[in-house]
């Protein structure tokens, strides 16, 4: 098993995009938030994700080349389309966008259509925090339906992300950022990539059948929304605020439908920030002063196991399983790039 660098990680992705067709400029974008995901801990929307993009450019339903566009704004809300770009490319736009808009107006709302896949929304949500911006993001996509409604034996939504960051003055944002589904699709890669089973009420394969073997949902099975009735409620909020209520249907292209929702809102907007600072400390103080159960060293906040995991892989690097290390290497060469070269 490798382990590597954020550098040279960054650097070999970069490369790889590069040789795939994409600008200098939008190959780094894309690193940079593939690898921050691997700085993270979640692997699942890292390099794994890489044959698969190169495949979608091969198929044509994302183009290298492009660059996202404002179709509609104004003060305070914008439309824009990812133009089926990178969506890691598509989703630092639109955020940005939003950002911009909400330090200067105090509120705004963005919506993407024509969106690639972005992959991690705490990349994106993160980076609003890291700027005094409180911001929501929602992700419906029903192109390749992957999970199945509460009650339903088939599956109709895609994994439905939601993420939540709120800035900290104090450390890293407070984040929230679920996959509606029992577990997403990109960690039931990582957990056949290291031959491990899924947890039990996860996934059944394609007759229905419970099941822990990654290969039977990659075989044609589907996920299950996380907590049931729950998990499928907020499943179908995510599919109407980044469908029916920005009018993604309405922009056809190379996929049947994907559409992102973006809420921003100034961290100052309510209150003085001099006032929100130690007030939210006191908050997440009271929260972690509560004893650990039983197995448990501390109670962590949303967000806080990103934030040790970041540190102790800046200081000890990321390790990537053998499998996914070959398929990302197969991938460069499918490009013309010899990835031990760059990484030599």
Known sequence: MPTL???????????IFRAAGAPADLAAQVADVLVDNHMAGHDSHGILRIPEYLQSIRDGEIVPTARPQILEETSTTALVTGNWALGQVTGLYAVDLAIAKAKRERVATVSVVQAAHTGRLAAFTDRAAAQDVVMF????????PMTAPYGGAAAVLGTNPVAVSIPNPGGAPVTLDIATSAIAA???????AKHEALPEGTITDKHGRPSTNPQDFIDGGFLQPFGGHKGYALAVIAEVLSGALIGAEAYPGVTARSGIFI???????LRPKADYAPALAATLARIKAVPPAPGFKEVMVPGEPE???????TREGIPIPDDTWA?????????GLDLGSVIA
């Open 186 to 192: 990109g960690k039931v890669k990582v957990a056949k």
């Open 263 to 269: 809420f921003a809102v100034d961290a100052g907007a």
């Open 327 to 335: 398929a990302v290497t197969a991938a460069a060469a499918s490009v």
């Open 5 to 15: 660098t954020q550098h040279a990680l960054t650097q070999a992705t970069a490369a």
């Open 137 to 144: 993001m929602f992700i419906g996509t029903v192109d390749r």
């Open 307 to 313: 934030a040790q995991m970041r540190s102790l892989r």
